[in-house]
């Protein structure tokens, strides 16, 4: 068996004239926490959509294997049943329910109905601000506190595969630190991730491996740690050297 929950190799994405990712290969084993990080429009939120198959109508090749299965094409909502979870960027919180009804919509594709009320009392161990406010409307919640919410609900799925799109973007410095506390702590809960981040210290910092994306290939792979003393990342991605 192997440890892949996800393997893609050769992949290229082309909207109409746009070549947006030009053959790529990246994988993320059982347990990891993973992190892709890139310049604006180096495809990363491409990539994403690739996997949960919400792009728009465009040209896609080459292989995306999920489990061990190969899932390019196959419609989000049959993915979400894999146990396949992505937190778009912008969150996408239900606004108009509370916290404790988002959690429990992202538990309605569950069976072990009797494991959800556990589930939460867990999550919001990891997630304090949330338990703080569990009967408040989500359109309430600040946007660090929202997106702590949609990775929460994401949680509740039970899924193999966390795919996280710029979770640290818009907030502030302290929100940031916090919401990267929040994903190192859920990945020592043993869920496995995919993280796409601008933020490349923090995300390497957090991050088990990581991959740099430049205008639609990917640059360079490592180990976080190793990646965070690269020269060439420090020079390009961390404003050093
Ligand atoms: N629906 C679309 N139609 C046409 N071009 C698109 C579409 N979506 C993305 N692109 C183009 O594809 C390229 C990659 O975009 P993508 O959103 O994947 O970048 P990104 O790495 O996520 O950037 P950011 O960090 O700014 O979110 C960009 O040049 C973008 O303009
Ligand atoms: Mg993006």
Redesign the pocket.
């Known amino acids: 068996m192997s440890e892949n929950i996800l393997k893609i190799s050769g992949l290229k994405i082309a ?2 004239g ?1 070549q ?1 990712v030009k053959g790529i290969d990246l994988e993320v084993n059982k347990g990891e926490l993973v992190t892709l990080i ?10 994403l959509k690739a996997i949960t198959g919400t792009l ?1 109508n ?1 040209r896609v090749e080459g292989n995306i294997l999920y489990n061990g299965q190969p899932i390019r094409g196959v419609q989000s909502f049959n993915l979400v049943r894999k146990n396949l979870a992505m937190v778009p ?1 912008g969150r996408g919180v239900f606004t108009r329910m509370t916290i404790l009804e988002n959690l429990l919509m992202g538990a309605y594709i569950r069976d072990d109905k009797e494991t959800i009320n556990a589930d939460i009392e867990k999550w919001f161990g990891v997630f304090p601000r949330l338990k703080e406010r569990a009967a408040q409307l989500a359109g309430t919640l600040s946007g660090g506190e929202q997106q702590m919410l949609a990775m929460a609900r994401a949680l509740m799925s039970h899924p193999k595969l966390l795919l996280l799109d ?1 979770p640290s973007m818009g907030l502030s410095p302290i929100m940031v630190e916090k919401i990267f506390e929040v994903v190192r702590a859920v990945s020592a809960q043993g869920v496995t991730i995919l993280l ?1 981040e ?1 933020n490349a210290k923090l995300a390497l910092q957090a991050a088990h491996r990581g991959y740099v ?1 430049d205008s639609g290939l990917i640059t360079m792979t490592g180990k976080g740690k190793d990646m965070l003393d690269d020269p060439k990342v420090r020079e390009a991605y961390l404003g050093e050297g």
């Open positions: 909207y109409g746009i947006a890139g310049a604006n429009g180096a495809g990363k939120t491409t990539t728009p465009c960027e710029e796409v601008q994306m």
